[in-house]
């Protein structure tokens, strides 16, 4: 993260931004030069005191959608942190585990920085849930079967991309904590696309994108893209645009469809104790 760049674009739609700050632009410039030179653990804890003490805002709403999204990185990071260590025989050696090893310190880092974004914030980060992740039964071999597990998996990171792009109007006044979320949302959505592209090469029927509402993976997870068969974006009907051949498949394969926090809980809650 280019914490000066942050900056210089928050200054294009406030030019009193370093003033805000720093009184003396020259020595908040010199400061941001020292980004490079600090721990990414401290950079949270940073851009936080530094906004509070900018704008004095209310971020009520802005720590309401980081300890829901934390919910959700405890949610992934425990699953892919169990799936390595629960049954060391679940995931085959070679590249499959190599990924999900990868995928999982991902989702650690997404956790500690969402806690230290939260704390810098002057609030705790919600305490981490106990998680069944067969889902009450319905996925009762979800650490013994390695297609079961790369199912979950997938289910889990298509509601990740989501549920990110549902909050991010929540994020807008916020252009640090906002940007920081849209960096996740995008490791998100390659997680989701390389999970999909295992699942396709071990005979599942999915693609790297989805299609429609079409799962890949059964009813049991329906909500999960229930709303991604939409055909129009910005109320323009995108099948066979301007006269052009495009199938209602191509329209939704084309654009990801944002879950509300409503939606997304109704995934997640049969994944709690």
């Known amino acids: 993260m280019n914490i000066l760049n942050i900056i210089d674009e928050i200054e294009k739609v406030d030019t009193d931004v370093y003033d805000r700050i720093n009184p003396r632009r020259g020595a908040m410039k010199s400061f941001m030069n020292l980004g490079s030179k600090l721990a990414l653990s401290a950079l949270p804890l940073a851009l936080g005191s530094m906004f509070n003490k900018a704008y004095g805002q ?7 959608v980081l300890q829901f999204a934390l919910t959700l990185e405890y949610l992934e990071a425990e699953f892919y942190d169990k799936g390595l260590k629960q049954n060391t025989t679940l995931i085959p050696a070679g590249p499959g585990r190599n ?24 609030a705790t980060p919600v305490t981490k849930p106990t998680f069944d992740f067969t889902a009450k039964g319905t996925f009762a071999d979800v650490f ?14 298509d509601t990740g991309v989501r549920a990110y792009k549902g ?10 904590v906002l940007t920081a979320a849209l960096n996740i949302h995008s490791v998100e959505a390659r997680h989701a696309s390389h999970i999909r592209q295992m699942r396709k090469a071990r005979g599942a029927n999915v693609k790297p994108w ?7 993976i059964g009813s049991a997870v329906d909500n999960v893209y229930a709303g991604e ?6 109320k323009v009907q995108i099948v066979n645009i301007n006269g052009s051949s495009v199938s209602a498949s191509a329209a939704s394969e084309s654009f990801d469809e944002p879950l509300t926090q409503e939606q997304v809980l109704a995934i997640v809650g049969p994944f709690l104790m």
Not at 58 to 64: A, K, L, M
Request: glycine share 4%; aromatic share 6%; charged share 15%.
């Open 58 to 64: 209310n971020t009520s709403t802005v720590v309401g």
């Open 99 to 122: 990924v999900v090893t990868t995928i999982a310190q991902h989702e650690a880092a997404h956790v500690k920085f969402l806690q230290d974004t939260i704390k810098s914030l002057s």
């Open 144 to 157: 013994t079967n390695y297609d079961t597990f790369l199912a979950v998996a997938q289910a889990f990171e």
């Open 167 to 176: 909050q991010a109007g929540n994020l807008k006044e916020n252009a640090a």
């Open 210 to 216: 989805i299609t429609l509402n079409q799962t890949g």
């Open 229 to 234: 068969e939409n055909t129009q974006q910005a």
